[in-house]
């Protein structure tokens, strides 16, 4: 039996979710599935991936073949590389311990990329945000200043002028 680990989509119409799943090459994209190992959310930026990395690595090494999608989510989650330095544990090229220290350590680098992308998002958001409120700001000074009465100013030769004009009209 060949076995995929691929996407089974859920959700409703255009706002996917998916679940990560090990199945059966031969069964429907959302049918049946030997196991999940996990749900992918694209909706919110950056996607928030859950996955049970040893379980998919436990399938990986059990010949399974993740479809093109299921490879870059296993490949972002550490899933590839945790299989890599297995067989490598396997051939005798580095011990358990080695392995481990390299797959903690590239995950704490990871999540350290994340965070700055998260920490990016929320930076351009609130220098949106601020501009958003400045040009705001700037339209209701305009809008205040268009609305508000317009005094003439009168001089003290204003009424002299006036009171000529009447006495010549006399």
Known sequence: MAVKLRLQRHGKKGKPFYWIVAADARSKRDGKFLEKLGTYNPNVNPAIIDLDVDG??????NGAQPTDTARAILSYKGAMLKNHLAG???KGALTEEEAEKKFQAWLDEKAAKVEAKKDG?????????????EAEKAANEARIAAAAPVVEETTEDAPAEEAQATNEEE
């Open 121 to 133: 998002l929320a930076k351009a958001d609130a220098d949106a945000k601020a501009k958003i409120l």
């Open 88 to 90: 490598g544990v396997r």
């Open 56 to 61: 998919a690595v436990k399938w990986l090494q």
